[in-house]
């Protein structure tokens, strides 16, 4: 057992797209993988009835076709797959028949004899066990989520009726929490990121998903810097424009360089007052913004 300073070393990305059917998941998907490596090394695992292959124009990458039963077992098995043959990223297109498909998580429990909630200590490993081989792939892994109409019962009028609450993805409650970055597609196909810990897109306005975002994720994968190296960075900052850039570019790390960041800030303003320029006497001039001598 050993206690060590926590670094972002280089990463590879999690990342899911989600969104209805005609969303353009599965473009978006290639177009992302294109820019973080070489067409030829990238694979998709296709469970949308050869849907990847529509879009071989776009260069020369890898299929998988996954077929039912859709078992965690399975989805595990051809992301290793891809793995041995070397690929870089892979696109599971799409993780949504892990949960919902035919031979998947709500299949296998519903068939399952007995009692339904102590059945779910069963299929719940399993799944994450999925769940885990994605998050310890040594690729770059790129899943698509189908979405559907989420409603929740409201009361009116003395009555409970269905109300549209928005878009939710057809997987396992929470599953978004496990990407570093996760895009909401609509039918126009413009995506906005609804949880983002890069920091590359958080904010932004909706946009159309292109190679250069996929290239912008890659300089930020290889960007990987200690803790150390940025607060050294902090400390020899020259002024508070520098301050300001270094915490936007790791926001990841923003509570914990914000102190130092403070303090590196204080000597900087302390700085510029003490070269206020000295009277003739030999005393400091009264700085008039800052009431100090």
Not at 16 to 26: E, H, I
Not at 176 to 194: C, G, M, N, P, R
Not at 260 to 269: D, N, T, V, W, Y
Request: proline share 3%; hydrophobic share 35%; charged share 25%.
């Amino acid at each position: 057992m050993e206690l060590r300073q926590a670094q972002r070393k280089q990463a590879k990305i999690k990342l899911a797209l989600q969104g209805p059917s005609g969303s353009g998941k599965t473009m978006s998907a290639l177009l992302l993988a294109s820019g973080i490596t070489d067409w030829s090394k990238i694979a998709v695992i296709d469970t949308e009835n050869h849907s990847a292959d529509l879009y071989a124009h776009l260069g020369d990458y890898n299929v998988l076709q996954l077929s039912q039963p859709f078992t965690p077992e399975r989805y595990i098995k051809a992301i290793e797959a891809c793995e041995e043959a070397g690929m870089e990223v892979v696109i599971i297109d799409s993780v949504s028949h892990e949960w919902e498909g035919s031979g998947g998580i709500l299949d296998l429990h519903g068939k399952m004899a007995g009692n339904s909630f102590t059945n779910w200590n069963k299929v719940t490993p399993r799944h994450n066990a999925f769940v885990q081989k994605i998050l310890q792939s040594n690729c770059h892994i790129i899943s698509t989520i189908r979405t559907k109409t989420d409603y929740t019962l409201t009361e009116k009028n003395g009555k409970m009726v269905p109300e549209k609450v928005g878009l939710k993805g057809i997987t396992r409650d929470g599953m978004d929490y496990e990407f570093t970055v996760v895009f909401d597609l609509d039918i126009k196909h413009q995506a906005k990121a609804s949880k983002d810990r890069t920091g590359l897109f958080m904010d932004q306005s909706e946009e159309v998903i292109t190679r250069n975002h996929g290239r912008k994720i890659l300089d930020w994968c290889n960007s990987g810097k200690s803790v150390t190296e940025i607060k050294e960075e902090i400390s020899s900052a020259n002024t508070i424009d520098e301050l300001r850039t270094i915490l936007r570019t790791y926001p990841e790390y923003k509570k914990r360089l914000e102190p130092l960041a403070i303090a590196r800030k204080e000597q900087l303003s302390t700085n510029i007052i003490n070269l206020n320029p000295i009277s003739s006497n030999g005393k400091q001039q009264h700085n008039p913004g800052t009431g100090k001598q």
